[in-house]
């Protein structure tokens, strides 16, 4: 089963763009399919500033205009902490052997992780929620052009066919964008969902990008409750730190090794992992 | 140095560096403030398809929504992240009369309709941490579909937490033959005395003026950087 991928950006020569934005060749990507898709945001952002090192400028951060009238963030109240750029005070550091160890994952553990992962901390089994990503668009909040886009077929076992697909088809997908996306300045990465017929309370997601081994950026999005046997959107906007020059084109010359981990987290328990990686040289 | 002339140095640098950044597109303006609002009404008031065309997107192959969508709709002087919260029945595959009479009050359950729970009562669960609410009705429905909207406002007038909240009112579909006037809806809705002392905006609205959509948006950000002026006034 593979994807439908549509690149609906405008087909213009980046190069008579006239703002930072602008002239964005859509991007392609090739997914391996089964089930879900990655909801990682293809938007590997680079918040490290030329001086190297992971503590670099913050990243994209938002403001908020003045405060909610309820008490304290309880399990229910959506929220996104954006620019969390390095392992967050007292949060101590893990690896994934530990964490491998352990019977439960919570989101505490994975933001401790300094590198991506070798390997899945869970196994498609744990998604006993059936969560179910359907949908994935970004866009280029500056121009509306929708970058890049990708549905998941309706579901069509053909009954009794057994394919010999990899476990982990599913949970992976590879992007291949052009060098004009790291220019951009703000993106709209939206996500489509399906849940099961059992309430989700706290639905969380942490996502975490490295370039080589080195943390660019961290997500993490409560979505808190969902309703049962509900397909839900969300649309969040990604502010891009201006990238250095050198940074960028080591991106670019070389693809793959800006990889992202996206963690999926029920009432605190991990119980989805999805993996994508990202080149920017435009071929693939 | 003295103090004056110091605290002159600094501000001087950090104007100059602003406009440094700004004109050497080296960082991002100084970023809006940002609002969670949550956006309810009955199944076919026209939620969706208002966000999407705030956010400039097409409308075609909207369905109604069975569970939340959130949406960042970017405005010139501030962000509002909106919870759009589907007013209709959930596993419900298709559209049609049947869903718009799926209310808290009525129970409908047409052939197709594979459920007959109702997202409504869900609600509630998304209330917390909102800072603002938009109601969206559909000004044609009938005298019965109404009374179930000026019900549902009610309610979410009072709602604990929502009672101190700005609201925006919108009457949708103020473009068909069949719309109720906006006054008409005030007077019906008995907004006056039952909301009185509360914030609220009731404007009409239609896809076909967006223009206007987004002033009456407009309106209700002004409110809600007002109460974040005066933190201790309900």
């Known amino acids: ?284 | 140095m003295s103090e004056h002339i110091r605290l002159s140095i600094a501000l001087c640098r950090i104007g100059f560096y602003t406009c440094l950044r700004t004109l050497c597109c080296k960082g991002p303006p100084t970023p809006r403030p940002e609002y969670d609002v949550v956006c309810i009404g009955l199944s076919g008031a026209g939620k969706t398809a208002l966000l999407s065309r705030l956010c400039s997107e097409g409308i075609d192959g909207i369905v109604p929504t069975t569970g939340f969508s959130i949406k960042a709709v970017p405005f010139p002087n501030a962000v509002l992240n909106v919870k759009e919260l589907g007013g209709g029945c959930q596993g419900a595959s298709n559209g049609g009369d049947d869903w718009r009479l799926c209310t808290y009050l009525f129970q409908w359950s047409h052939g197709n309709v594979q459920r007959s729970d109702n997202i409504k009562k869900y609600w509630s669960r998304y209330y917390q941490g909102s800072q603002g609410v938009v109601f969206v009705l559909d000004s044609t429905v009938s005298d019965e579909e109404m009374e179930a909207c000026r019900s549902e406002l009610h309610l979410a007038l009072q709602h604990p937490q929502l009672c101190t909240l700005p609201f925006l009112i919108l009457a949708n579909h103020q473009d068909s033959p069949t719309a109720r006037a906006v006054p008409e809806i005030k007077k019906y809705f008995e907004l006056e005395p039952l909301a009185r002392g509360k914030r609220w905006i009731l404007e009409g609205s239609t896809i076909n003026n967006m223009e206007a959509v987004r002033e009456s948006f407009s309106q209700l950000i002004r409110l809600l950087e007002e109460k974040e002026l005066r933190p201790g006034r309900i």
């Open chain 1, 1 to 284: 089963m593979s994807y439908s991928c549509t690149s609906t950006g405008n087909s213009q020569d980046p190069s008579s763009s006239n703002k930072s934005g602008g002239g964005v060749n859509p991007g392609s990507c090739s997914g391996s399919s089964s089930s879900g898709v990655s909801s990682s945001n293809s938007s590997s952002s680079s918040s490290v500033s030329s001086g190297g090192g992971g503590g670099g400028s913050s990243a994209s951060h938002s403001v908020r205009g003045g405060k909610s009238d309820s008490k304290p963030a309880s399990a229910e109240a959506m929220k996104v902490k954006k620019g969390c750029n390095t392992t967050d005070v007292g949060v101590p550091v893990t690896t994934e052997e530990e964490l491998l160890a352990n019977t439960i994952i919570t989101p505490e553990d994975v933001l401790g992780l300094q590198k991506i992962t070798e390997n899945y901390l869970c196994s498609p089994e744990d998604n006993i929620y059936n969560i179910d990503f359907t949908r994935f668009k970004i866009r280029d909040m500056e121009t509306g052009t929708v970058l890049f886009e990708i549905t998941k077929p309706p579901a069509s076992d053909k009954g009794g066919e057994k394919r010999d697909i990899d476990p982990n088809a599913g949970r992976f997908v590879r992007y291949q964008f052009t060098p004009a996306f790291l220019r951009l300045r703000q993106v709209g990465a939206t996500v489509e969902f399906t849940v099961g017929d059992i309430p989700i309370n706290n639905f969380r997601m942490i996502e975490r990008h490295y370039f080589r081994d080195q943390l660019l950026k961290s997500f993490d999005f409560e979505f808190g409750f969902c309703i049962p046997s509900s397909k839900n959107t969300c649309e969040h906007i990604y502010e891009f730190p201006p990238l250095s020059e050198d940074i960028m084109r080591e991106m670019i010359l070389h693809p793959y090794e800006t990889q992202s981990d996206s963690f999926y987290f029920v009432d605190n328990k991990l119980v989805m992992h999805n993996k994508a990686d990202y080149s920017y040289s435009g071929g693939p």
